[in-house]
């Protein structure tokens, strides 16, 4: 059974990091493209950022683009999204979720952890 288990939310001020982590167990983490997606409240889950098997590889939603970095380290089967510069704006839940295609589509991701919250204070 393959699980994800998102880490690392929290409160932070506005123009403040965090950083959150994404361990996947239960199966291979090779070949596998990862994404971070988020919902905020009363709001559809929206994709956030995504990055391909081979690590060099990421692609970003424009809100967040140059402000968050997706990571990824093969060896822990673990995903990372450092986010600088948080606004309040990106107050959501954050969810990590594997896919077997490196895309934006939520639909093509198929297992998902069960998120972790970031609130940003202005």
């Known amino acids: 059974q393959v699980q994800l288990a998102e880490s690392g939310g929290g409160l932070v001020q506005a123009g403040g990091s965090l950083k959150l982590s994404c361990v996947v167990s239960?199966?291979?983490?090779?070949?596998?493209?990862m994404g971070w997606f988020r919902q905020a409240p009363g709001k559809e889950r929206e994709f956030v950022a995504g990055i391909k098997w081979s690590a060099g590889s990421s692609f970003y939603a424009d809100s967040v683009k140059g402000r968050f970095t997706i990571s990824r380290d093969n060896a822990k089967n673990t995903v990372y999204l450092q986010m600088n510069s948080l606004k309040s704006e990106d107050t959501a839940v954050y969810y990590c979720?594997?896919?077997?295609?490196?895309?934006?589509?939520?639909?093509?991701?198929?297992?998902w952890g069960q998120g972790t919250q970031v609130t940003v204070s202005s």
């Open positions: 979720a594997t896919s077997a295609t490196a895309t934006t589509l939520q639909d093509f991701y198929d297992d």
């Open positions: 239960g199966r291979t983490f090779s070949g596998y493209a």
